[in-house]
C-alpha cells in the first residue's frame, strides 16, 4: 500500500488517472488499525485494478480537512482525481468497503 503525505497525495491522487482508495488514518486511532489488515487484504484481491493508498492525518492535517475528513476511519474512492465516495466512521466496515470497491472496478 503506497503512503502518500502533504507532498505526494496531490500527484498519486488527485491527479492520478483511474480510481484511487484512500485510507485515512490517525495515530491514536484503534478503528483505524483494527481496519487496516482488512484493507490489506483487499488490496491483494483489487490492488490490480484499483491504486491503495493511506494518508495519516496526524502528520497532514490540513490535508485531511481540505479534502472534509473530519472523523475517522474514513475509506474514500477517487475517480481521476474527484473523490466520488467514502465511508465514514460506524460505516467504515470490512464489507461494506468491499461493496464500495466492487462498484469502481
Same mark, same amino acid.
Given at each position: !500500500?503506497? /503512503?502518500?503525505? *502533504?507532498?505526494?497525495? %496531490?500527484? %498519486?491522487?488527485?491527479?492520478? &488517472?483511474?480510481?484511487?482508495? /484512500? ?5 491514536g486511532c484503534?478503528?483505524? *488499525? ?5 484493507? %490489506? $487484504?483487499?488490496?491483494k484481491t483489487?490492488?490490480?485494478?484499483? *491504486?491503495?493508498?493511506?494518508?495519516? =492525518?496526524t502528520a ?9 475528513? @473530519?472523523? @475517522?476511519?474514513?475509506? $474514500?474512492?477517487? *475517480? ?12 467504515? =466496515?470490512? &464489507?461494506?468497503?468491499?461493496? !464500495? @470497491?466492487?462498484?469502481?472496478?
Amino acid at each position: !500500500m503506497l /503512503v502518500v503525505d *502533504k507532498e505526494t497525495f %496531490e500527484t %498519486e491522487v488527485l491527479k492520478a &488517472e483511474g480510481t484511487v482508495l /484512500v485510507d485515512y488514518f490517525g495515530d491514536g486511532c484503534e478503528p483505524c *488499525k483494527a481496519l487496516l489488515p482488512h484493507i %490489506e $487484504a483487499l488490496e491483494k484481491t483489487y490492488g490490480d485494478k484499483i *491504486k491503495f493508498t493511506k494518508l495519516n =492525518t496526524t502528520a497532514a492535517r490540513r490535508l485531511a480537512i481540505g479534502q472534509k475528513i @473530519l472523523g @475517522l476511519p474514513v475509506i $474514500a474512492i477517487y *475517480k481521476d482525481g474527484a473523490k466520488v465516495e467514502e465511508l465514514v466512521k460506524e460505516a467504515a =466496515t470490512p &464489507e461494506n468497503v468491499e461493496q !464500495m @470497491l466492487k462498484k469502481y472496478i
